[in-house]
């Protein structure tokens, strides 16, 4: 893994190489205060999970192996200082967490939160001692499982629809949850929580798109969500301000991507995916997640990343397990600058297994 940083006024002159751990995928990243990164990845030869640390002065010497055998990519948020929890979906498609606490270290074992899931986990934290995390089932609806501080909820509460990409999950506030995902009409579908969920999956807009949304919030009823568009390859964005969307607006084509020369006798763009929004799955298993529908769509983004291209050069691989909640203006930037960092690294690192 190599790694820059923002100081404020300029990036460094040079990448640094976090000492020669090979990954798979894309890294997790989480900070708990001012002066801490966290990073987390799995193993490019043994699925397991591995976590550095960075604590104002200098990085760990070497890479720590936390076990596990893991077929996803991995999801970390942090509820207070000195306070990481880590999921992951393992070969029995269960999720599993794994905790860091000042009180006892880390866990001595993973806990499995059960659950049949196929998308990478997304997770978010309100306020202290709660967690919510999100996956996809079998049926390729919305599932939920929330820790109130003493235990997990029994069952995957089942938020419906049927979505082609992990979920992004985002919190602004005290009791307020925010998530986003593709349908398969590949438009975004949004799904809000305040004292009891929407009624109903809202799309943000008729733009398709070829990449899940990454979403954060920079303060209190603010939301910025991103995706990249399809066709075209653009990074579009919608904001949230409290009263209303501003619609998606284009942020231009990432910078690796050059703008193709127009051609007047190309052909035209390929039609948009049907618009059919989200269904309600039909069933599900013992333990609440959906394992069949008859609405289950053709084409289905997995736990694996999806990766950007242009021709035959990849661009960047975003997933939704690269949001995390960002507490402040200044913590944000730094953030997601070094989250962005990482999706782009495991662009170039990943391939498929």
Known sequence: MMHNSWNGVAWEDNWGALNDQTFRGPFAVDAWSAQRLDVFGIGAYDGSMYHQSWDGSVWQSSWENHGGIFTSNLAVTSWSADRLDIFGIGQDAAMYHLAYDPSFG???????????????????????????????????????????????????????????????????????????????????????????????????????????????????????????????????????????????????????QAAPAPVPDDDPPASSPPSTPPSMPSSTSDDGVSTTSANSPTTVTTRDATTVTSGSTTVATVTASSTASCRTASTAIRRCAFMAICSMLGGILWSPY
């Open 106 to 256: 880390w866990q001595s074992e993973y806990d499995s939160l059960g659950g049949i899931l196929t998308s990478d986990p997304a997770v978010a934290s309100w306020s202290s001692d709660r967690l919510d995390v999100f996956g996809t089932g079998g049926d390729f609806g919305m599932y939920h499982k929330a820790w109130d501080g003493s235990s997990w909820s029994t069952d995957w509460e089942q938020l419906g629809g049927v979505f082609t990409s992990p979920p992004a999950v985002v919190s602004w506030g005290p009791g307020r949850l925010d998530i986003f995902g593709l349908g398969t009409d590949f438009k975004v579908y949004h799904l809000a929580f305040e004292g009891s969920w929407q009624t109903s999956w809202d799309p943000l807009g008729d733009e398709t798109f070829q990449t899940p949304p990454v979403a954060v919030s920079r303060q209190s009823n603010r939301l910025d969500v991103f995706a990249v568009a399809a066709p075209g390859g653009e990074v579009l964005h919608n904001s949230w301000d409290g009263t209303s969307w501003s619609g998606f607006e284009s942020r231009g084509l990432p910078t690796a």
